[in-house]
């Protein structure tokens, strides 16, 4: 919750390296999601930090104009989704397709959809949609479920890419994941 007359809390974390953990860095009060409201924000902390911040990777849900201004600010950051804010966009798709509960629960259990954040990118619409499919029970609801996937391929894997939310190449590449975040 944010106080009246603003829209969210934007929270900067940073890894501390003496202890190994993510800490809050700043947090910014914003009345706008718009792209140049998250610029402005971004280069106070910017500015307020002596222009130190040099980030190999930010994790931050999936706003367009939020990730447009991290791109902007920081040309070389690796963005990386929000894997929680991921799985939740999933969740909030199958509720609004009316998709049984139970099954949704089921798809939603560890091992089966998030798998597709894991296994190598080009292997995500064939054998990794089929893999999963395969874990669940579409009874009653093979039309909603069809539905589902092609708002996947087409959100998911069109409009976002799933490198935003594929974490395969990092893990190949050596940076560890903890805890939803990175670490180099």
Wanted: charged content about 20%.
């Amino acid at each position: 919750m944010v106080p009246r007359l603003f829209t969210q809390c934007l929270i900067v974390m940073m890894r501390d390296p003496g202890v190994g953990v993510y800490v809050p860095a700043t947090y910014v009060l914003m009345d706008s999601k718009q792209q140049d409201a998250y610029w402005n924000a971004l280069n106070y902390v910017i500015v307020q930090t002596g222009r130190l911040l040099e980030p190999a990777t930010v994790t931050c849900d999936f706003e367009h104009g939020l990730m447009n201004a991290i791109t902007e600010q920081f040309p070389l950051v690796k963005i990386v989704g929000c894997l929680f804010h991921w799985k939740q966009a999933l969740r909030r798709k199958m509720v609004e397709l009316r998709i049984a509960r139970p099954q949704i629960s089921a798809v939603l259990r560890p091992g089966v959809i998030d798998v597709l954040t894991i296994i190598p990118v080009d292997q995500i619409a064939d054998k990794g949609i089929r893999f999963v499919r395969a874990q669940m029970d579409e009874t009653g609801n093979k039309t909603k479920w069809d539905a589902f996937w092609r708002y996947f391929r087409k959100t998911w894997m069109t409009s976002y890419g799933a490198d935003l939310w594929n974490v395969n190449s990092m893990t190949e590449s050596g940076i560890d994941l903890q805890n939803r975040t990175t670490t180099r």
